[in-house]
């Protein structure tokens, strides 16, 4: 998304800048406004390609017993427990993108702020899955919970 908004703004800024005639502006740019674009296109491509290897790589949530837990950071490391007792709601989102890609995010809220937790990029076939698994666990262990 961030690519689309650096290269289509670069588009925009150099259009505007080189049919300007303003006085500062390279006589060489203003015949060739493409070449501003080109250049942030290929600044930006390789973080386009890395970002999903990275996210890939820091993101980790997993459903064992009785906690989900979920690990997030590139730089800074979190890590989140949430006792399925715990529990209060799970809901399962797309944005638009998501829904394109076949994704959802899955949001696990607790009374606590900090215990609550988002997994985000699941597919939607898993999210579903798991939503329900942790609305079931979470029903069955209520009565347990403190």
Avoid: C
């Avoid at 961030?2 to 015949?31: D, H, L, N, R, T």
């Avoid at 837990?69 to 993108?97: C, H, N």
């Avoid at 890609?101 to 215990?115: V, Y």
Wanted: glycine share 10%; charged share 15%; no cysteine.
């Amino acid at each position: 998304m961030a690519f689309v908004f650096f290269v289509g703004g670069s588009v925009i800024v150099a259009q505007w800048v080189g049919g300007s005639g303003w006085s500062w502006v390279p006589g060489w740019f203003a015949g060739n406004w493409w070449v501003l674009p080109a250049v942030v296109g290929v600044l930006t491509t390789p973080f386009l390609v890395a970002e999903p290897f990275v996210r890939y790589a820091v993101h980790r949530w997993e459903l064992s017993g009785d906690v989900v837990y979920a690990r997030s950071g590139f730089l800074t490391r979190e890590w989140v427990f949430v006792p399925v007792s715990r529990i209060q709601t799970v809901d399962k989102g797309q944005g638009w993108m998501e829904r394109m890609l076949g994704l959802a995010t899955l949001e696990i809220r607790t009374a606590s702020h900090a215990g609550s937790s988002t997994i985000k990029g699941l597919d939607f076939a898993v999210a579903a899955g798991l939503a329900e698994q942790l609305a079931h666990r979470a029903e069955a262990l209520r009565d347990d919970a403190t």
